[in-house]
């Protein structure tokens, strides 16, 4: 009896580990492949993996799914709808021309310790000795004046000081506003020419030494314009400086306006004839060539600056041709002022960089330089910092309240 017992219990042992075999073998074989998925045709594309350089989202047609009547009945089929259009960029409104230079004094008067409260601090002196006069004369010059405008200034305060006697600081104030208004002259016409009275568009040519913010100025300049009610076309003659092109475009595309340009290295003259051109076919009111910056000691690419305005001409008269300037450049801005004068013939001037450290007795000396007014001032880095230069706004930010 024991001996069947243990035959059976030995039984059930090799049939459980015969079952135990059997179904590891089971679990061992590979199952088979899923089916393949159908493409979800609205999800978005898979995001790159960490480490690999994304590739520039390029905007796909947008799908949608139709019925269509088939003989078998209807099936779904794919639909193709082009890609939205690209919204243009938003127009800004410059801020209006009138009283700028009004609204900026702030930024110029920073400028009136050098000049202003300087020769203020002198006059209010008890006694005006010779020595005192001398400095009256450090001063101006420092300022940036001029020699001849600063003897002129400085013979005038003389001899009404002497003539008037007695000096309130409300006399000496109003006095020295009065000579400097007189140096800095009252008569000078101070519009920037746009509007000729035979032919459209009028034609403005912007020329300077490289680092000067030409280019900047030039796309300011198109904001100062939209600002009065003018159309503009930009021409991008400034082919040498690879980002000039693009740094104008952006310009007149915040207050839209159109940019001319060509192929990069290419020759400026033939944008600039393109410019005028295209403005005449569109009827614009004024186009702007903005040139390549060049150093004035460079006798080829002034020459080329000559070659631009003869081009330019073929079509009409330049009505305007702007020399912006570094006013802290100081007595070198004069030199280049007479080299530029030289090559083309310079109808106004634009002072960029008056603001902060600028030494506003620069104005007086580059009109007498070149015998032509300052007509625009730039104080500030903002789009709108660009100021038709006023006289008596300047000389008030300069001598302060």
């Known amino acids: 009896m024991e001996t069947v017992i243990l035959a059976v219990v030995i039984a059930v042992v090799v049939l459980a580990a015969l079952g135990g075999l ?58 193709e709808e082009p890609p939205a259009a690209v919204e243009a960029p938003e127009i800004e409104i410059p801020e209006p021309t009138a009283g700028r230079l009004i609204r900026l004094r702030a930024r110029l008067s920073r400028s009136q310790t050098a000049l ?56 000496l104030r109003g006095l020295l506003r009065e000579e400097l208004l007189k140096v800095i002259g009252t008569d000078f016409d101070r519009t920037v020419k746009t509007e000729p009275a035979d032919r459209k568009p009028g034609i403005v040519m912007v020329v300077g030494v490289n680092g000067t913010g030409k280019t900047t100025t030039t796309g300011k300049l198109a904001r100062v314009l939209v600002a009065d009610g003018r159309t503009v076309v930009l021409g991008a003659a400034d082919t040498f400086r690879a980002a000039a092109a693009d740094q104008l475009q952006t310009w007149g595309e915040r207050v839209g306006a159109y940019t001319v340009r060509g192929p990069e290295a290419g020759d400026p003259a033939s944008v600039a004839f393109d410019a005028v051109k295209e403005g005449k076919e569109m009827g614009v009111d004024v186009v702007l060539i903005d040139t390549a910056g060049r150093l004035h000691t460079k006798t080829g690419l002034m020459d080329e600056l000559g070659k631009v305005k003869r081009v330019v001409e073929k079509h009409a008269p330049l009505d305007e041709v702007l020399l912006v300037l570094d006013a802290t450049t100081g007595q070198n801005g004069l030199v280049q002022a007479r080299v530029f004068a030289e090559v083309v013939d310079i109808t106004g001037i634009v002072l960029t960089k008056l603001d902060g450290t600028a030494k506003g007795g620069i104005v007086v000396a580059v009109q007498r330089e070149l015998g032509v007014p300052v007509k625009l001032v730039g104080l500030g880095e903002g789009a709108d910092d660009l100021a038709p230069f006023e006289p008596d706004a300047f000389v008030d930010a300069l001598i302060g309240d």
């Open 22 to 79: 059997l179904v590891g073998t089971r679990r061992k074989k590979p199952l088979p492949p899923p089916p393949p998925k159908t493409p979800d045709i609205t999800a978005p594309p898979p995001e790159p993996h960490v480490g690999e350089e994304a590739e520039t989202p390029r905007e796909e047609p947008r799908r949608t799914i139709e019925e269509v009547d088939l003989p078998g009945g209807p099936a779904p089929v794919v639909v």
């Open 116 to 171: 202003g409260k300087g020769l203020l601090t002198l006059l209010s002196r008890e006694h005006l000795d010779d020595e005192t006069w001398e400095e009256i004369e450090d001063t101006l010059l420092t300022a940036d004046v001029g020699v001849q405008p600063t003897q002129e200034l400085v013979d005038s305060l003389r001899e009404r000081v002497r003539v008037l006697g007695t000096r309130t600081p409300e006399e």
